[in-house]
């Protein structure tokens, strides 16, 4: 009997007989070949992935691609080849930050960050704490990191504010007073105030201020304002034909083309520069150290040694500049970056430097230490000269509380012990001190009887700011010599007795001067003029002890505090301010999508970034043609005489004493804008004359304390909106168009090329951007010389533009510096005299409004 047992199958047509066994060899033979099988298909994968990104997510991490050993260690290689394809550069390790911060790795990195913009002496204190910018070729410090804006002008009212202007730049010139003065007459103008060899200010007890202009061509083409300081005649010989000594301190913005004009009108020439050569650090360590250290010096070359030097300390060895004329009569020196200058401002900046400065006693003075003092000494009238300044200086102590209280400008010369050595160990409030019975006293000295001998200083001398530089203790040997030498934590040391003391000069600024303009003696405080190297020292020492810091908004805030501004828009200075503005402005206006611009054009507004004076004063010119193209040259008044009479035409609402030789074409009258009611409008706002409607309508709303607009520009029609819209749809079809054309192509190469085709590149960047510039002027036209009218662009005549406009702290209400027409300022003169108003009134429109409001108006005399 068969025992084979039968299974029935379908697919074989019947039944069929199942074998008992099955061989081996035969069951590997085919597993074998199924396993070569899955791994061929495993090695060739057809995922488009890459190795870190086909990892699971938890493995992932967002710096694979940067750092492969974030990547498993098996995934490495195959990863690194990967990137190696895309042409990706492999990141070489950064040096670590114990080799970076080494003193020669660390200078090499700071001299290579100043090769572009250079730094002051307090730049890395700043750096870590203000919000720095770049600005004629220097990085200074804009404003504070923290919110200090009312907190400053708080100082500047009631405390005291300290700002870093070490960038102002020096200039010294050396002549007799009459052939300076020739020179200085072509540059200058009496009408504009006291000339720079007017008695007060040749003595040297005062220092002055000049707006200096291209060679005989006042009041056109104005430079800018220069500070002056006078050496004083130790001897007291007034002769006029010896050779005088003036430094003049220039803002950065005009530096260039001020040198220039001097080296063209006192015909100068080029010297040989003078090269101060480079002398080794005298520290107070052991002899042994000593030789340890001459022999590292000797290694390096004098080159590597003038590398490695920092900041201003290193603009004292590099070349000065020096010029003279034919029959040397007149010699120029630049001194820019050899000297440091700070300014308080506030009227607890006298306390702030009575703490701060502690004037020496030369019988204490260590003779053997001190080089530069020695000599000084060794001469008899340098003792004499520093107890009258120590006297002075003792007096201002006990009978004034504020700068103000001082002479106008009045210069003090000081020797003062090093500031680290009177410096507290925790920042203290600056508080009012003062002798209670002195302080009733006769002050008759402080005001009348003040010498000339005062502004004496060895500051005047190169040579001795040089050796003050060279023989400085540095911060780090003077702290290792404290750990070294002192005993009890706190106390004096004996080495610091042998410290050189340091020379300064202290200018007195009065601030406002006119009550019924501003504040009386607002912005009043001390200029301080320090050698170079010592700024840091100097700066944390007023810091700590009661000084609030500052940066270039400070500038600009009390400018705008005092009814003034800080450039003038016909100075070097204020051309560039107000140009560099407009890009800032014009690009972040087409930075924003069409939905959300203001359309100027339906505001009635010509120009919202920028003040187009030369077409406001062709439209307001009485003498030439209105369709005549305007003039570019025009000029800020600055005649006394001149603008006297306004005032007092402004005062009593009156024509009768108004100027009638003011050229209409070229003139403009700055001005100080108060709002009367609400709204802030903010910078470039129209200054525009009201009719009697105007004036009814005011009187209403004053009845009714209504706080409404006088009146509402109407809308006007945007002529270039339907052709904007056309060329925007052109322009999309026209890419759209492009772009299919470069898709067609590309499938058809498709389909016969055996390898993958990239699309074409749209290189469509030239049509863009003339696609940009086309909208942009359909937008803001450029040209408004022709196409429109400035004064006539609103319903109302527009006769002046605020420049600055701002919340005013010291009033508490919204005001600004305006800049008006002559003939403007007469129509509006003429319209109040016929309202009978009191006081003139002018009607103020912001460029992102259509309103109009009240405005009173003054004239600025010290402009």
Known sequence: MDERKLEYDSTLGGPVVLGTHMPTYKYAASALQELKELISATKQTTSTKLIFQSLPKHMRRRAMSHHPKRLPRKYRAGHIHQMSKSGKPQQTKRPSRKHRRRPQNLLKEYLRRQRKH??????????????????????????????????????????????DISFHACIEMRGTISRLKEGFDRLTSRECGLSITAKTFVTGRREGCIDVFKDRQYPLNALGKVSFLWRCQEDGDSN????????????????????????????????????????????????VEKQVDAQKQTLQSAKVQRRLQFLTKTQTRRKV?????????????????????????????????????KVIDIDDVDCKQNTWICRKIEEGNFSKLHQRQKDFWNMCHKRITSPAELLSNMILGLNVEDPRLNRPQKRTKALITYDVQAFHESSQQLLCDIIPELSS??????????????????????????????????????????????????????????????????????????????????????????????????????????????????????????????????????????????????????????????????????????????????????????????????????????????????CLIQVKISMTSRGNPGDFSLICLPNRKDFKKKLKQIKNHNHEPVYVEPLLPDIDEKERKRLRLQHKKQLKRLRGQRVREKRKKQETSTTKVVIRPANTTAMCLQHMRTMCKLWLPENTDTLYSVRKQGTRDCFGYMTTAHFCLTEGNVGGVGYVTVEGLRELLKLCQQCRLKQPQCLIRSTNSRNYRFAVLKINMNV
């Open 321 to 357: 500049p020096i010029y003279q004329s034919d029959d040397s009569a007149v010699q120029l020196k630049e001194l820019k970056d050899t000297l440091n200058r700070f300014r308080l401002t506030g009227p607890l900046s006298q306390s702030v430097l009575q703490r701060a400065f």
């Open 240 to 287: 006029d034909n010896i050779p005088r000594i003036v430094w003049l301190w220039l803002h950065p913005s005009s530096y260039n083309q001020i040198l220039e004009e001097l080296i063209k009108v006192f015909e100068l020439k080029s010297q040989k520069t003078i090269k101060v050569p480079l002398k080794e650090k005298k520290s107070l360590e052991d002899p």
């Open 457 to 666: 200083s060895p500051l005047w001398s190169e040579e001795t700011r040089n050796r003050i530089s060279d023989e400085m203790l540095s911060t780090h040997d003077y702290c290792s010599l404290r750990a070294k030498h002192a005993i009890v934590p706190g106390k004096a040391c004996q080495f610091e007795d042998s410290m050189q003391p340091i020379p300064v000069l202290l200018v007195q600024r009065p601030g406002s001067q006119e009550g019924d303009y501003k504040r009386l003696s607002y912005a009043c405080g001390w200029d301080i003029i320090a050698p170079a190297g010592y700024g840091m020292p100097i700066w944390l020492s007023l810091i700590m002890w009661g000084a609030r810091p500052g940066g270039l908004r400070e500038f600009e805030s009390i400018a705008r505090e005092l009814g003034t501004e800080e450039h003038l828009p016909d100075t070097v200075g204020g051309l560039q301010t107000s140009g560099h503005r407009y890009n800032e402005m014009y690009n972040k206006y087409f930075r924003l999508p069409p939905a959300k611009r203001c359309n100027y054009r339906k505001f009635a507004i010509v120009s919202p970034f920028r003040v187009p004076f030369p077409q406001l004063l062709r439209d307001w010119d009485t003498n030439g043609s209105k369709c005549g193209t305007p003039t570019t040259d025009f000029f800020v008044l600055r005649d006394r005489s001149k603008l006297q009479e306004l005032s007092e035409c402004l005062r009593k609402c009156n024509l009768y004493k108004f100027p009638k030789d003011l050229p209409t074409g070229q």
């Open 118 to 163: 250079q730094w002051l002496e307090t730049h890395i204190w700043h750096a870590k704490r203000f919000h720095m910018i770049e600005k004629w070729g220097y990085k200074l410090p804009y404003a504070s990191c923290d919110k200090t804006y009312r907190a400053c002008y708080r100082a500047t009212a009631e405390h005291c504010l300290l700002q």
